[in-house]
């Protein structure tokens, strides 16, 4: 059963039950007040009563206990009893009635004539043959002696015929507010669970993992405690799956560049060694065991750099600055790409002149090697020239090729990832795309920057610009 229709069916027992429990306090009150106003009204007719049988003893020269004998009181019952709604009756000290305005047999003798002749006035409700009747009895002193007493029946029908009416009366405005508060728990039970059924649709949005949806609830209850709740959870969930797509995409970033920096020296190592079997010289293969010891030990060096970022939990790469010759950089990495070179059929020219500037040693090279990289998989040229120029504060390295080129809008794709601009990178199946852009947040955190020219069958042009002088910006690059 739905949780509408229990709050239905609960609000229904509780307010037929309220109207059952005001229906007979409603009964009895009513009745027990009637039946308390006609005890007042007989009394005070005893009262006028006592006063006319006193006048009548007067008048008529006669005794009290001629008063309550069988010659006058027949006479005396029927004058106390005209022009009124109840009967009147005389009864003696013994008990007995001696005038009846009335033909009451069956209520002769009653309890209310003993107490009454106790000297108590007794209410009593009696049933007679078709009716209800109303007995008060009151007894009649006289010099301190209980002579008699007076005793009134009345006719309870017309009052049970106006009970019943405004018990039917009741029962009609009852069952209309029955109605009415059954329709307005119904409506009710509706408001309060739209915000409910709004909330069960946004918890199934949010098991397909849409936190999009909003409860707006405007009423100052639970309801709206449960509200905010599910809003703020739904936030705080959307918050918690976007850092765990952040880490995880800066986790795959940060692989991805690590595994495009260790193709470099892997490469290198491949190349001189296939170099060494076509060599006869001995102080070739000397030359080419140095370079291939010394890539070795980069990419070692690179190993472990990259176990202890895992360690530590530190997915970023760092440079630290030091004042070093770029020429000599620039010279070594050429070296280290000659076999690559080779085998691509691509000749270079070298044009160098001493350059001292604030650089990453190894943080340079790989931006060298990754530029280099690009054109050698990508330009199709035939032909570097790489000039170092010094200038007053900083030092240009001009990397140009003789290549395909590019166009403006795919010159402006370069440094985008590769999710942004998939399409329009000039990069190889092979390739991750990321060399590029890896290379110009590489040069920002040395202080420099790279810049690319190209035209499309007329080449490309990649300058890189140190600083002569160290600069603020110093060693994290977060991925």
Known sequence: MKLRNKLFIQHSITIIMLLASMYVVVNYTLSKSMIERDTQTLAQYYGLH??????????????IEQL????????IASHLAANSNFQVQLFDPEGTIIGDSGNKEDLMKRSDIDAALAGQSATVITEGENNKILIYASPFTYEGKIVGGFRYLLDLNKHEETLSEMRSWFIGVALGCLLIALLASYSFSFFIMRPLHALQQALKQVTVGDFSRKIVVTSQDEVRELADDFNQMSEALQEHIGLLQYEQSK?????DNVTHELKTPL???IGFSDLIDKMERVEDIRTCNVYIRKESTRLLQMVEELLQT??????????????ADLAAILTDSLRILEPTLHKSSITTTLQVEPCEVYVDP???QQVLFNV???AIKHSECTHLHIRLEQLEYHCHVRISDNGKGLNEQDTAA????????????PISTHSHGLGLLLCKQLMELQGGSITIHSREKIGTEVILMFQNEPTLTQGLLQN
């Open 50 to 63: 006592r006063i006319e049988a006193l006048k009548i003893v007067n008048d008529k020269k006669i005794s």
């Open 68 to 75: 309550f004998s069988g010659t006058y009181a027949p006479l």
């Open 251 to 255: 986790q795959k970033k940060f692989y």
């Open 267 to 269: 490469t290198s190592i």
């Open 310 to 323: 895992s360690l530590k939990g530190d997915e970023a790469w760092r440079v630290q600055l030091e004042r």
């Open 362 to 364: 190894k943080r340079t």
């Open 372 to 374: 280099i990289e690009n």
């Open 414 to 425: 370069l440094f985008l990832a590769s999710s942004e601009h998939n399409q329009k990178r």
